[in-house]
């Protein structure tokens, strides 16, 4: 785990519901919607995920995983 703090910016945000296994079908989706909509990535900030629950508290079908890609304004 890695802690520290992320400069604002604007972001392509994909939310992945269910398993880790298939988290690479959320990425999938959102490198494919940022090609699709010619976002250009923000250097310097790195793709993201963000894990909004926990599998010691949800059954694994309802992890909820956001996917984050920066992108310049």
């Given amino acids: ?3 520290g703090e992320i400069p604002a910016h604007d972001a392509l945000q994909v939310d992945h519901t269910g398993s880790y296994s ?3 079908n ?3 989706t959102a490198k494919g919607y940022q ?3 010619k976002l250009k990535p923000l250097k310097g ?3 993201y995920e ?3 629950n926990s599998p010691k ?3 694994e079908e309802d992890l909820l995983t956001s996917i984050v890609i920066p992108v310049k304004s």
Avoid: K
Wanted: hydrophobic letters at 55%; glycine letters at 4%; aromatic letters at 24%.
């Fill in 1 to 3: 785990m890695v802690f």
């Fill in 50 to 52: 963000i894990y909004r």
């Fill in 57 to 59: 508290s949800v059954a």
């Fill in 35 to 37: 090609q699709y909509a």
């Fill in 26 to 28: 959320g990425w999938a």
């Fill in 45 to 47: 900030v790195a793709d």
């Fill in 22 to 24: 298939y988290l690479s």
